[in-house]
């Protein structure tokens, strides 16, 4: 049950434990929709108590208030006005909250028939949570909003458990399912970055997963039955009115159970409408580019490492003019692809566009004009539409038709073709009847009327006819009456009390109540100076102006209803045209990014090459331009040496500030800019497809989960290591810079073998351990690298040129004191330096590289024997022990030391 109820309290005299009605009914209507925040509505506002109204009052900065008493104790109250209640909504929305928007469903003035005291019938319309939202207002337009179900399997004895992933966007229509391991779930849930997770109840408690929930916002923990796979494809097959959910493809079980408790979920939450989803669509594990949730940080691919959207690679390449588009770009980013062909095949279609600019810039000028089609048939399928939904309809078919025109070609790209085929797949006539029904100017809400054309319906048109004339037939009617009764003084006016009524100065109100007029004109009200009558003729013309605008309303409801009706039988077709049109505008936004840019289209292939040449940092040399600066492209090869199945490293060493680290991110960049089918920031590149990529930098601070910077670089290093293959790209930034030297330097020392041979994958390696330089002699495929710079009267100058060899010194004084320390101190840092340069740190480096047997033979050795000491120290829990038995302990474990010794 509900825990925000309130509780009862201590020992509350009689009369205090009397509840209002009203403290009934929100008490009976909060514990039946537990988890949210309720929007209670009292007349112009919602408003919230208890437990709800401090969070909300604290999540809003509202005033929090009270209001009566609830069982002797202060009802805490806010409220919010409902007018800028969206505002409000997307708020609580954004920070992970649910909110149940509870109305009023009857006038009170019936509640007020049922008796004085009785209180206004109430009850929830709709559960609002991050991931089942459908308006423009509480969405982003440029990204997905998505809600995953996970569904965990139960594993084979003690293998680590499988998921199934199941995500779909209500406001789009998209659907897909997918299964993962353990190992790469947090990896799937970075790339899609869901609005709303659900998990099982017990899911949810496993305190293996709890880190991992705790990262995201809105992960809400639902009944068991919702992941429950017995009626797992029942409920599916239901919720697309299918006989079999096997119609739409072969689903694993866990990945039936996710897609299942996701439609019930939404279900659920829309309170039984169905929004029109695509059947869910399959996507395998190793067809994506993997990339963890570290990595993806760190190369800001969607958003810096502050958060802000502004300085991302997405926001530096998007050239999309559609909002689709937009989304779809950013999906495509998010997850590159893994298959050589597919790749090609997006590629095609960037080329097709870029080698014809006429052609693509007319595509981009219809496409501005595209409204946000999957958006609006989703407002449409939950009857949440209006009619600049079914005109969003009508201007995307426009679109579509002179889309259609731009792609007519007779070698179009296979990916291009498909669509061109789409956007010719919605029968005509459903353009033409919605611009010949619709009107030019539409209102937001069908309930005010106005949206159909004149002329299209002719009941509508006298219904309006007899609304609009009702003046002239008002007036008609007072020359009449003035003419026939001969008062000239005669007025025929309104008022909200009497309605239409007819008035004479009170001198000739006695003409009207005699004889000759008295049946006609019936007395209403006496004033000071003026008489009121009415007529039944007037009262009939009244009641049907009236009658009017109500019916010209209804009737304009009923052909919204039979527009959007057929709109959704044409569904499937049309959310074909919006992804159709979705992609045209990534394959020419792409293009346009390629020529504006000078970008060219990467080799992408299944060898194991990474050449790269003229590459640069699309983000950096953005900002440089913004400044001024000219951005200094590098080349980098990590293709394996022929007949190896293993990759190259590269090892970078430079001062601070030279360009490693945007050297690096450069090359990973370019990977995924590659693999998501884009052209690339280079001159020419050549890419065997990368199954996986990482990218760490050392030090880095993750406060927020409250491990220690060392201790999180050390942790995400173990996890390339462990994961990492021949085919996966390795960036790693001054690994082992937090902590001491020596420390530091044996932990890079070791990785760098580890990757070399173990791992053999393509990397890059920077590091300010310059003693690292000398494993080139012993790992054959280490290179090693350096950012140039120069000194010049004692000043660096940063070349940011990449080359072979490797830095002569670090130059960190130069930097130093390029960043303002004062003279003194710089000066005396010279000395020190130069002090310890004459005692040769490198010396004891150069005779390890001799001395130390290679990694392979350590790595095989170091697998550990079993040691009797170690596990009876193991074995030993010291908050268990007696002081007695802790002496014991001791001897035990001396006698243990010293046998071994023998
Ligand atoms: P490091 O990692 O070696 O300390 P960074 O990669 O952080 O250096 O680069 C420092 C700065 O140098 C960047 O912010 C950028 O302004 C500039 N820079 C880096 N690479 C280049 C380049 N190739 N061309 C021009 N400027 C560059
Ligand atoms: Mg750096």
């Not at 299964?179 to 496993?206: F, K, N, S, Y």
């Not at 869910?280 to 067809?287: A, F, I, K, L, N």
């Not at 590659?674 to 065997?688: D, E, S």
């Amino acid at each position: 049950m509900d825990d925000r109820t309130p509780s009862t309290g201590t020992a509350a005299p009689a009369d205090a434990a009397r509840v209002t009605p009203l403290m009934e009914q929100y008490v009976e209507i909060k514990s039946a929709n537990p988890g949210s925040l309720l929007f209670y509505r009292m007349g112009d506002f919602y408003e919230l108590f208890f437990e709800d109204a401090e969070i909300a009052s604290r999540a809003l900065g509202i005033v929090l208030t009270k209001r009566g008493k609830h069982l002797g104790e202060d009802i805490p109250m806010c409220g919010v006005p409902v007018e800028k209640s969206d505002d409000y909504l997307h708020r609580l929305i954004a920070q992970g909250h649910r909110v149940a928007v509870c109305e009023q469903t009857e006038d009170p003035a019936e509640a007020k028939k049922r008796g004085a005291k009785s209180i206004v019938r109430r009850s929830v319309v709709r559960l609002v949570t991050p991931g089942t939202l459908t308006e423009d207002t509480l969405l982003e337009a440029k990204r997905n909003n998505w809600l995953m179900a996970i569904a965990r399997g139960r594993p084979a004895s003690d293998a680590a458990p499988t998921f199934g992933l199941g995500w779909l966007d209500i406001s789009t229509g998209e659907f897909h399912v997918a299964e993962t391991d353990a190992a790469r779930l947090a990896a799937e849930i970075a790339r899609l970055e869901p609005g709303e997770i659900i998990v099982a109840d017990q899911v949810h408690d496993d305190p293996e997963l709890r880190a991992l929930w705790r990262t995201h916002a809105a992960v809400v923990p639902v009944a068991k039955e919702l992941f429950d796979g017995a009626n797992a494809e029942r409920r599916l097959a239901e919720y697309f009115g299918v006989a079999t959910s096997n119609s739409f493809g072969n689903f694993t079980r866990l990945e039936l159970v996710a897609a299942a408790a996701a439609v019930t979920y939404v279900e659920r939450t829309q309170l039984g409408k169905r929004p029109a989803l695509t059947p869910p669509v399959r996507e395998h594990g190793d067809t994506v580019l993997s990339i963890d949730a570290a990595t993806r940080a760190n190369l800001e691919l969607v958003r810096t490492l502050s958060g802000d959207t502004r300085g991302s690679l997405l926001a530096v390449v998007d050239r999309t003019v559609t909002a689709s588009g937009a989304r779809l770009l950013a999906t495509r980013l998010a997850s590159p692809l893994t298959d050589p062909a597919a790749i090609n095949a997006r590629l095609d279609g960037v080329q097709f566009f870029l080698s014809d600019s006429p052609r693509r810039a007319r595509g981009r000028m219809a496409l501005h004009a595209a409204p946000d089609l999957s958006r609006a048939l989703a407002r449409l399928s939950l009857q949440r539409g209006g009619p600049r939904d079914l005109a969003a309809v009508r201007d995307a078919l426009d679109v579509a038709r002179t889309m259609a025109g731009a792609l007519s070609h007779p070698d179009l790209p296979t990916e291009l073709a498909a669509c061109a085929k789409s956007l010719g797949a919605v029968d005509p006539e459903l353009r033409a009847t919605l611009a010949e029904t619709l009107a030019d100017e539409l209102p937001l809400s069908k309930a005010d009327g106005g949206f159909i054309r004149a002329g299209c319906d002719d009941d509508l048109d006298a219904a309006r006819k007899l609304r609009d004339d009702s003046r002239q037939v008002i007036a008609g009617l007072q020359s009449r009456y003035a003419d026939e009764t001969a008062i000239r003084a005669l007025k025929i006016k309104h008022n909200n009390v009497l309605g239409f009524f007819i008035e004479v100065p009170a001198s000739q109100g006695d003409k009207l109540l005699g004889a000759d007029f008295r049946a006609q004109f019936i007395h209403r009200q006496t004033m000071a100076g003026a008489m009121r009558f009415a007529t039944t003729e007037l009262g009939e013309i009244e009641g049907r102006i009236a009658s009017a605008g109500d019916r010209a309303i209804q009737l304009e409801l009923a052909i919204f209803d039979r527009l959007s009706a057929a709109v959704l039988s044409a569904i499937r077709p049309l959310e074909a045209v919006a992804d159709a049109l979705a992609r045209v505008d990534v394959a020419a936004a792409l293009a346009e990014l390629a020529e504006t840019e000078n970008w060219t289209r990467p080799e992408v292939d299944s060898s194991l090459a990474f050449l790269i040449e003229g590459a640069r940092h699309p983000v950096v040399e953005d900002s440089l331009r913004r400044d001024g600066g000219p951005f200094v492209p590098n080349d980098c090869d990590l293709s394996g040496p022929d007949g190896d199945k293993a990759g190259r490293i590269w090892l970078v060493t430079g001062p601070n500030m030279a360009g490693k680290s945007t050297f690096l991110r450069q090359n990973a960049l370019i990977a995924i800019m590659a693999q998501m089918g884009a052209y690339v920031p280079a001159r020419r590149a050549h890419i065997g497809v990368v199954d996986r990529l990482f990218s760490r930098v050392g030090a880095a601070d993750d406060l927020a989960r409250g491990r220690s910077t060392f201790m999180v670089e050390m942790v995400e290093t173990a996890a390339i290591l462990n994961q990492a293959s021949a085919r996966s790209l390795v960036i790693l930034d001054e690994i082992g810079r937090g902590t001491a030297t020596f420390d530091g330097l044996s932990i890079a020392w070791a990785t760098l073998e580890h990757l070399h041979e173990t791992n053999r994958c393509r990397a890059l390696f920077a590091t300010h351990f310059h003693e690292l330089t000398a494993l080139s002699a012993r790992l054959k495929r280490l290179v090693n690298t350096t950012v140039r710079v120069k000194e010049y009267h004692g000043d660096v100058v940063f070349l940011h040129e990449v080359a072979a060899g490797v830095a002569d010194r670090s130059y960190g004084v130069q930097v130093a004191k390029l960043a303002g320390l004062p003279p003194a101190v710089i000066e005396r840092a010279r000395i020190v330096l130069a002090e310890l340069e004459a005692s040769d740190r490198a010396a004891p480096v150069r005779k390890m590289i001799d001395d130390l047997p290679l990694f392979s033979a350590a790595s095989r050795a170091a697998q550990p024997a079993t040691d009797p000491l170690l596990e009876a120290i193991a074995a030993l829990d010291p908050d268990a022990l007696t002081p007695k038995e802790a002496l014991e302990s001791l001897y035990r474990l001396k006698g243990l030391a010293s046998e071994r010794k023998k």
